[in-house]
C-alpha cells in the first residue's frame, strides 16, 4: 500500500508539472483545467492509502511519513471541494427537516463528515432476529418495555434545544415515536425535546 501511494504521488506530481509546463508554453488552457481535476485525485487517493494505513496501526517510516507529507496538499484541495458539497447537503437537509420533518440527507452527510473531519459516526450490532440492524429497550414513562430500531445518525439543529448542536442517535419504537440517544447516553423521547425547544421559544418555563 505504501508503495502505491508513492507511485500515485509522484504520478500526481508528474502530471501537474506537464500540465502546468503545457500551459506557460503551449497556453493550452482546456487541457491545464481539464487535468487539474484528475491530478489532485491521483494524489488524494496516494493519501488516503496511507491514511488507511495509520487507521490499521501500520507504521509508516520515513518514507510514508515522506509521502503522505508530499500527498496533503492535493488531499486538503480535494476534501475543501468534498466539504463544500457535503455543507450544501447539510443545508438541503435542513431545509427539508424544517419543512417536512426528515432528514433525507442526514446519514449521507454524517458519514461524509465522520470520514473528512472525524465526527462521530453511527455503529450497527447484532440482533438476534435482525442481524446488522442496532436496537435499544428503554422503559416509557408508563412503564412499557419499548425496543428502539436505529433509524440515523444527526444533529440537533435547533438553537432552542436543551441539547441544541449536539449528535445523536435517532430511533423508532414498535409505536412509531421517535427516540434519541444523545452523545453522554441520555435516551429521551423526541417529543419531550421539541416540547422543551418549544417551551423556550414562547418563555414558558
Avoid at 8 to 15: F, P
Avoid at 51 to 70: P, Q, S
Wanted: charged share 25%; net charge negative; with cysteine.
Amino acid at each position: 500500500m505504501k508503495i502505491a501511494s508513492w507511485i500515485l504521488t509522484i504520478l500526481s506530481y508528474v502530471a501537474g508539472v506537464t500540465l502546468l509546463l503545457v500551459q506557460i508554453f503551449a497556453h493550452v488552457a482546456d487541457l491545464f483545467f481539464n487535468g487539474l481535476l484528475p491530478v489532485l485525485l491521483v494524489g488524494f487517493v496516494g493519501h488516503i492509502l496511507l491514511c488507511v494505513m495509520k487507521r490499521r496501526g501500520e507504521k509508516l517510516g520515513k518514507d510514508g511519513l515522506a509521502v503522505y507529507i508530499l500527498s496533503f496538499p492535493q488531499f486538503i484541495v480535494i476534501a475543501i471541494i468534498l466539504l463544500i458539497f457535503l455543507l450544501l447537503f447539510k443545508l438541503a437537509d435542513f431545509i427539508c427537516y424544517m419543512i417536512e420533518g426528515k432528514h433525507p440527507f442526514g446519514t449521507f452527510c454524517d458519514n461524509g463528515f465522520g470520514l473528512l473531519l472525524g465526527k462521530p459516526r453511527a455503529g450497527t450490532y447484532s440482533d438476534d432476529d435482525d442481524e446488522g440492524k442496532e436496537y435499544l429497550e428503554v422503559i416509557d414513562d408508563y412503564g412499557n418495555h419499548l425496543k428502539l430500531e436505529f433509524v440515523e445518525m444527526t444533529e440537533d439543529y435547533d438553537p432552542d434545544s436543551p441539547y441544541a448542536y449536539q449528535y445523536y442517535k435517532r430511533y423508532r419504537d414498535n409505536l412509531g415515536n421517535y427516540w434519541r440517544n444523545y452523545e453522554d447516553n441520555k435516551v429521551i423521547e423526541e417529543k419531550k425535546v421539541e416540547r422543551a425547544a418549544t417551551n423556550k421559544k414562547i418563555g414558558v418555563n
